[in-house]
């Protein structure tokens, strides 16, 4: 505790008396300052106790001691020390009212009490209570130290609410609850949420006091991590502010989760790397050799049906940089092993537990970045900020390459559909005919139907009707000559001149198909 007028009141050897102020003695005391100024506020910072001996005062007149007091009380003294048989035999009666009034602590002081003494006992005891600060300081650092080597973040929380009598609570990257202590801190915790994503915005190292509702509390959020993006968040509950002991504890508690965070990137780099091994060798075909490196580090990824998710960025933003914190977050959460692999600035690609957490929060992610794009005006929010995102059908090891090329071809058809996620499923249950809308198509089929159209334009025939109408009918040309409304004789001479002046031959079913797609391709466009 630091001195209070209290305490230096009970000083056995300043001999110090209360006059005025009695109910207000148990403020702290920052200094002792003698001044003999009328007017010493501009050399005050507040928490001082003033010595005067009244040099230059008129202490007998109520005015001059009324304008005195209360620009003392304005500039936060907490008490004011007189001392008597130097100017004064006693204090006068205008100061001790005026005092009174104003609740400041009068304090007279004896001739025989230097004001040096009563300095040096306020610095002793600052200086006393800064000892016990630091003691406390350094024994709250051993006790979290250890409980974080013994139980983790866990126990290390647990400890750090134990030494500020409050609570505490560590966030993820993505701004989720991770751990709290004690264990009704939780509901507390999750209702900070959107202070946390606000603070993670802010340049790394970021820290603000946020008040609880209905002054429920004053709780500190502290961003972990030595990197420009945080880590993690740490965020300290207590019911009034911190003292010194208090923030040794919370500056310990940084330091150490930031060691622990650290550690456990350069581990995450590492485990990328075998990933990385992993993945080779499962897309050549080598399962078996992809488990004997992977070994217990995926868990049962590769024991169970999983999906592999290749994702794509344009720009140099940080669009992979949030999936991965989701993909990583959401794995952590739910316990799922789970393979992330950055090949290279702008991709990345991601094995999952099929029908897991993980791939269903990067379902959510990109559903919100979808909600996003939609709503933004036009110019307000480039496309090219956004990941492009592909997934795969469940697969297994033996089938890791073909789920790798079908995540591939998802993340392709997303690109030019203009989407942001796009799963294979969707593919196969959906029709060929939306991906015929790509811009080579269109070309290729223009070009391949231009000399029938020239030859229609000509008003020679309608070749290019007629050719739609035999291959939507099988070729039956009964059939396809009663849609046309002509003779099947008449269809026949303008098959023949189709062939003629395509070069091509309709027996050939690949000529069939090439001209079927392309007469589809180009009503798509109409």
Not at 91 to 103: H, M, N, S
Not at 248 to 277: D, K, N, W
Not at 329 to 355: C, H, N, T, Y
């Amino acid at each position: 505790m630091p001195p209070t007028l209290a305490s230096l009141v009970h000083h056995s050897a300043l001999k110090l008396t209360v006059r005025a102020g009695e109910d207000h003695l148990d403020v702290p005391v920052r200094w002792a300052h003698v001044s003999e100024l009328a007017d010493p506020v501009p050399y005050m910072e507040g928490g001082e106790l003033l010595l005067i001996t009244a040099l230059k005062l008129d202490a007998d007149d109520p005015k001059a001691m009324r304008r005195y007091v209360k620009r003392l009380v304005g500039a936060g003294v907490v008490g004011l020390g007189f001392a008597v048989g130097v100017n004064y035999d006693e204090i006068p009666k205008a100061l001790v009212d005026t005092a009174a009034e104003e609740g400041l602590p009068l304090l007279e002081v004896p001739r025989r009490t230097p004001f040096l003494a009563i300095s040096k006992a306020v610095s002793a005891a600052i200086a006393a209570d800064q000892y016990r600060a630091v003691t406390a300081g350094f024994a709250a650092q051993r006790e979290l130290t250890r409980q974080a080597l013994t139980d983790g973040p866990e126990g290390l929380l647990a400890a750090l609410a134990a030494q500020v009598d409050g609570w505490a609570a560590l966030y993820d990257a993505s701004g989720a609850v991770v751990a709290t202590a004690p264990e009704w801190a939780g509901r507390r915790a999750a209702r900070l949420t959107a202070d946390v994503e606000r603070l993670r915005d802010r340049p790394a190292p970021a820290s603000s006091v946020v008040g609880g509702p209905d002054n429920e509390d004053r709780v500190e959020l502290h961003t972990l991590g030595t990197g420009r993006r945080p880590r993690a968040v740490l965020a300290v509950g207590t019911a009034a502010a911190l003292g010194t002991a208090e923030r040794y504890a919370v500056h310990s508690a940084i330091a150490l989760l930031t060691l622990t965070t650290e550690r456990s990137r350069s581990l995450q780099a590492a485990e990328q790397r075998i990933g990385a091994a992993v993945l080779r060798m499962l897309l050549a075909g080598q399962p078996d050799h992809a488990r004997a490196v992977a070994g217990e580090l995926f868990g049962g990824l590769l024991d169970a049906p999983f999906r592999v998710i290749v994702a794509e960025a344009d720009s140099d933003g940080d669009s992979l940089g949030g999936l991965t914190e989701v993909v990583e977050s959401a794995a952590a959460r739910s316990g799922e092993a789970v393979l992330v692999v950055p090949e290279g600035p702008g991709r990345l690609v991601v094995l999952a537990v099929d029908g897991g957490a993980t791939v269903e929060a990067c379902r959510e992610y990109t559903a919100t970045l979808e909600g996003e794009r939609a709503s933004a005006d036009v110019g307000e929010q480039g496309e090219d900020d956004d990941p492009v995102v592909g997934l795969s059908a469940p697969a297994g090891p033996i089938a890791a390459a073909a789920a790798y090329k079908q995540a591939e071809q998802a993340l392709s058809v997303a690109r030019r559909r203009g989407r942001v996620f796009v799963e294979h499923e969707q593919l196969a249950a959906g029709s060929v005919l939306p991906l015929l809308a790509d811009d080579a198509v269109r070309a290729f089929a223009d070009g391949l139907l231009r000399p029938l159209s020239e030859h229609d334009a000509t008003g020679r025939g309608d070749l290019v009707a007629s050719l739609r109408a035999w291959l939507s009918r099988h070729g039956q040309w009964d059939a396809a000559a009663a849609d046309l409304g002509v003779h099947r004789h008449t269809l026949r001479y303008r098959m023949r001149r189709v062939e003629e002046i395509l070069g091509r031959s309709l027996d050939d079913p690949d000529v069939r198909m090439e001209l079927w797609l392309a007469l589809k391709a180009t009503a798509a466009a109409e």
